[in-house]
């Protein structure tokens, strides 16, 4: 069993910055991915960033590429982090972490298994 929760919420202003971390128990293998997903009142959840767990590689939605970046400090401690710089309005979401079912490299919700709680983040002045 994955258990993951998210810290690091809050409100800031435009243009300022925010750092999410998910703290995860249980297994994270090599080939999973973990994921920072988010979700607006009335929207459909949405793909933020993703890292592959072993080799480190990251990707990101457009929406975010260049001012938000997902890390792991290192294998063996199974914390994630998105550090939100340059932060918009329309950032303000519900952010939630997920690790992978498996080993696909996807940034679809349903390829996702296990979920944190969320934390809310909300950009305004």
């Known amino acids: 069993q994955v258990q993951l929760v998210e810290s690091g919420g809050g409100l800031v202003q435009p243009g300022g910055s925010l750092r999410l971390s998910c703290a995860a128990s249980?297994?994270?293998?090599?080939?999973?991915?973990m994921a920072w997903f988010r979700q607006a009142p009335g929207k459909e959840r949405e793909f933020v960033a993703r890292?592959?767990?072993?080799?480190?590689?990251?990707?990101y939605d457009e929406s975010v590429k260049g001012r938000f970046t997902i890390s792991r400090v290192n294998i063996g401690e199974k914390t994630v982090h998105l550090q939100m710089n340059s932060v918009k309005p329309e950032d303000t979401a519900v952010y939630y972490c997920?690790?992978?079912?498996?080993?696909?490299?996807?940034?679809?919700?349903?390829?996702?298994?296990?979920w944190g709680q969320g934390t809310q983040v909300t950009v305004s002045s």
């Open positions: 249980g297994s994270i293998f090599s080939s999973h991915s």
């Open positions: 997920a690790r992978s079912s498996g080993s696909d490299w996807s940034s679809r919700p349903a390829d996702y298994r296990y």
């Open positions: 890292i592959r767990w072993g080799a480190g590689t990251t990707n």
